[in-house]
């Protein structure tokens, strides 16, 4: 199976930016020569990532995830690397190699494969409410108040009132069923055959960070239709619960204002992005979760959650007070008054309204308690000790019982308390000691031991072993390659995988070809970039480098030679064996005497 060749690899691996890249899925902030940001690959609360605009690398200095571009296209897009190659090459508009072949997923079923299916369907879904069975539906969204301009930019579609339209199509295009099936297009019949998914709706593309189509919302066009509104199923490219409609637009916005503005439909989206309140993203037919929480807080330091004033609203709210309790993320709630959705209110008040409501939405502990206190106070027990003493009791217990609470620190659960007390005007001690009778009631969760699966190899490796020293220096600055190898090879290095990354550096140094950069785009290495990362930042850091060589390279040799004249002097030695006794010691005195690079340097294989 042919290969992408080197040269094509590094022309894709230098015509794409680092910073670029990666702002594109987190906020990166500049801190002196590097840029710093919320690590997307554990759950980071505090900006453990560094991204190296002059190495084109990135860093994690918690969880050890780093590498290139296309270690970073592989571990959030979960990748293969010469599938991160493709789509990196795609995003530089630069054409695959005329001979190469990729390497077949069970019938163009991979990520990159599925994501051109989307792509296709969005297109067709476009064209056909460009058509005239498309026009009662174009009709629709513009009666809806979209204009011509949004419909275009957010590449609104339609669903033909027909089980296979889709289906033929693509049929004529040669685009398998199974790649239909696999993009959540097309359903199989219990008797065979397939349907279209999407029939008679009011399509809405779904991007990913990347601005890829790679799944879709329908809302149904038919009024006795059951299900309003029908998402794509999740897919190896779709994870309803772990992305957000709109982000992809409202990113920049996002992260400029610090804040993001969260709805729940496609609607309550684009028509308050048109009026101009842009920082505004819906969850997909789901509630709020973790990874949405996650998610939002690489982008913003304040979320406002924007629902509906009736009861499934103020659950949704007491459902995100308990996910946001453990994030640095100041959470509020607004309310869309009169039972209005946020896109019927944008048109009927206008975007500053809107802004109005955004900026005097109370904070999400205020809003639960107002809400609560408000049913009490309608059932007529809100001078009643007791019943307030009971409404405190349950207030507290939903902040207890999250799972949230129980991953913040002392600490931080004292703030909280200090600032639930404030606002219940409670003594903040008695509130301290109350919830932490009821925290004493909870069942405490299993620890969790498990490190992250990209944690990188040499967070258990040994810091100032020398051979790793060497290495650190050589990645950091490769024109002391040829010092280093007059002295050593990579068979002085006994770890199997500093081993590794040694023989390569050597048959790149060996070459003239040494660098970084070089060793990033080798595909065998890919899954050593994390190693190959932190050890030219631990290089770089150090400094001092032909010193810390010389000295590293002086400890490989020595400890090598004791470690054979340890040897022959556990065995039984003869007399010839002194004579090799004598030789090694004598070599041991002569390299702690010897200047650092006169020795010959070594051939290796």
Known sequence: MARLPQHFIQQVQQATDIVELVSQYVAVTKKGRE??????????????MCVVPAKQIFHCFVCGAGGSVFRWIELYEKLNFPEAVRALAERANIPLPTDYA?????????????????????????QQLASPGGAETLAYARGRGLSDESIKRFSLGYAPDSWDALLNQARRERISEEQLVAAGLVRRREAGGCYDYFRNRLMFPIH???????????????????????????????????????????RDAIVKRKQAVVVEGYLDVLLPTQAGVD????????????????????????????FDADAAGAAAAERALQLFIAQKLHVRVATIPAGKDPCDFVLAHGPDALRELIDQAPDALQYVWQERYRALGEAGAADNPTRRN?????????IVTSESFGAIDVVQQQSLAQHIAHMLNVPAIDLQQQMRRLRRTQPRPRANNQTPAHRSATAQGVHGDPQREILEVLLDEPGLFDDAAERIDPDHFTDAMLQTIARWVWQLGLAGKLSLEELLATEELTSLQPVLVEMSLAGQRRGNHEQTLRDAVGLVLQREAQAKLKQ?????????????????????IQDQNAGPWRSRRPKID
């Not at 997923?105 to 991979?110: H, I, M, N, Q, W």
């Not at 599925?114 to 369907?121: M, P, Q, R, S």
């Not at 038919?222 to 779709?238: H, I």
């Open 35 to 48: 840029f710093v940001a919320l690590c997307p690959f554990h759950d980071d609360h505090k900006p453990s």
């Open 102 to 126: 990729p390497e077949p997923v069970a019938a163009g079923l991979s990520k990159g494969d599925l994501v051109g299916v989307a792509e296709w369907a969005a297109g067709f879904f476009q």
């Open 208 to 250: 990913d960070l990347g601005g890829r189509v790679v799944a879709f919302g329908g809302r149904a066009m038919a009024k006795d239709e059951r299900a309003k509104y029908l998402n794509s199923p999740d897919t190896s490219m779709f994870d309803k619960s772990s992305l957000a409609y709109g982000l992809n637009f409202a």
């Open 279 to 306: 920082n505004i993203v819906a969850t997909l037919g789901t509630a709020l979760t973790e990874r949405h929480v996650r998610l939002l807080g690489r982008y913003a330091q304040e979320v406002v959650v924007l």
């Open 390 to 398: 009971e409404l405190i009791e349950d207030f507290l217990q939903l």
């Open 568 to 588: 022959l002097k556990a065995e039984s030695v003869s007399g010839s064996d002194d004579e090799k006794l004598r030789a090694i010691q004598q070599k041991l």
